[in-house]
């Protein structure tokens, strides 16, 4: 998640996937600059697959059908989860800034034109999934559709990581912290040189269950049906300052070195598992929103 004014900045604009992928490639080099020290991705695999599965299990029978004629067959959503993450150094270099809003940690507010400018590196993930509800309905080209697909179901559960709505530290990835999670705090660290980012993407759903389905199984059992009205709130602004408050509380207190316990891990966990579930319910809702209708076209 790099800061923004590392790039010429340039006025946002509003790109279809062709376009934005060729300024990508002609922007190429401007971009690998840029990478040379990135972020965790996303909750990853783990997150992405269990947003990403319980979404499935809520579409409409109209929106299953075209999801799956959209990927190809019988291919799962949770099986394409985290391929926005496999292309964004080099096969979709435009792609990078759409994982994240890089919105200070002090802020209570979103300004699109501040934190989500359009560089060599995209915007950001609010203009990504605006762009790519649009996309999955208007799009001629097959191929563009199933990336766009692939696209909104990856980000949106980015949007749900609070560190992937904080400008600060590169998104908390250069604050290192020490896990002792599990009651190991006179043994040697758990997780030895990890960092905030890392914690929330993917420490604290393995320390609950490594196997993602079952963390799904989990959540259907317990969160899931306490809160059906998640889906309510369709408005990726609003899931962002909602991600970005929590990131807020959640990063109170902890500084580099800091010993993350099970103090932190029983406070973090039911809000992991409230953004997990947050996500795909909310992702569900939007793919039967734009999936079971005929939304109005071309591309606004």
Not at 81 to 87: I, N
Not at 90 to 100: C, G, L, Q
Request: hydrophobic share 40%; aromatic share 6%; with cysteine.
């Amino acid at each position: 998640m790099l800061k923004s004014g590392s790039l010429l900045q340039l006025p946002p604009v509003r790109l279809n996937r062709l376009a934005r992928t060729r300024a990508g490639v002609v922007l190429l080099g401007a971009m690998m600059v840029g990478c040379a020290i990135g972020p965790a991705a996303a909750w990853g695999p783990e997150g992405h697959s269990i947003v990403a599965e319980i979404a499935q299990r809520r579409l409409s029978a109209t929106a299953l059908t075209e999801v799956k004629r959209i990927l190809g067959g019988e291919v799962s959503m949770a099986s394409v989860a985290s391929w926005a993450d496999d292309v964004r150094y080099s096969v979709h270099p435009e792609s990078y800034n759409w994982h994240f809003v890089d919105i200070p940690l002090a802020n209570d507010t979103y300004d699109p034109v501040s934190e989500c400018a359009a560089n060599a590196q995209g915007d950001c993930a609010i203009a990504e999934i605006d762009r790519a509800e649009h996309e999955i309905t208007c799009a001629s080209d097959p191929m563009q559709r199933r990336d766009s697909l692939r696209y909104l179901i990856h980000v949106v559960g980015d949007i749900h990581q609070p560190f992937h709505t904080v400008a600060d530290n590169i998104g908390e990835n250069t604050l290192t912290v020490t896990v002792k999670f599990g009651g190991l705090i006179k043994s040697p660290p758990k997780f030895p040189g990890d960092n905030l980012h890392a914690v929330w993407d993917s420490t604290i759903i393995k320390q609950t269950t490594y196997a993602w389905g079952s963390y799904v199984d989990r959540l259907e059992g317990d969160w899931l049906l306490k809160h059906p009205e998640a889906s309510q709130t369709l408005d990726p602004v609003a899931w962002t300052l909602e991600a970005h408050a929590l990131a807020k509380d959640m990063s109170a207190g902890v500084a580099t070195g800091t010993v993350l316990d099970d103090a932190y891990y029983n406070k973090a966990l039911p809000i992991v598992d409230q953004q997990l579930g947050r996500a795909g319910l909310r992702l569900a809702a939007v793919l039967n929103r734009w999936l079971s209708t005929a939304p109005a076209c071309p591309l606004p």
